[in-house]
């Protein structure tokens, strides 16, 4: 079992910036692969930027430039730094992790899921 918690969410005005977090436990010694997804009111689920296990990363068109992945295993946390915030990316955050489907952004190939961290950005 694997429990993911995020942090860092909040409400900023167009060209800020947020930081997400997402502290990771119970991983087995088996690494997973990672990745932020998020979800708008009335939009289905879409993978936002995931990161492999031997750290390459992957992001969608909409946000590659502004947004990056990392992850830090020696705490256990994956982050998402978000610049230069546009209205476009309010949602509902999410990290998520999967053992089979590394380098994937399909949402249903993930098999845990955080309770999510919502992220607003006003114009």
């Known amino acids: 079992q694997v429990l993911l918690v995020e942090s860092g969410g909040g409400s900023v005005q167009a060209g800020g910036s947020l930081r997400l977090s997402c502290a990771v436990s119970g991983y087995t010694y088996r690494r997973y692969c990672m990745g932020w997804f998020r979800q708008a009111p009335g939009k289905e689920r879409e993978g936002v930027a995931i990161?492999?296990?031997?750290?390459?990363?992957s992001y969608a068109d909409s946000v590659k430039g502004r947004f990056t992945i990392s992850q830090d295993n020696a705490k256990n946390t994956l982050q998402l730094q978000m610049n230069s915030l546009k209205p476009e990316d309010t949602a509902m955050y999410y990290c998520a992790a999967t053992r089979y489907y590394c380098g994937s952004k399909v949402p249903s190939r993930y098999n845990y899921w955080g309770q999510g961290t919502q992220v607003t950005v006003s114009s």
């Open positions: 990161i492999d296990t031997d750290g390459s990363t």
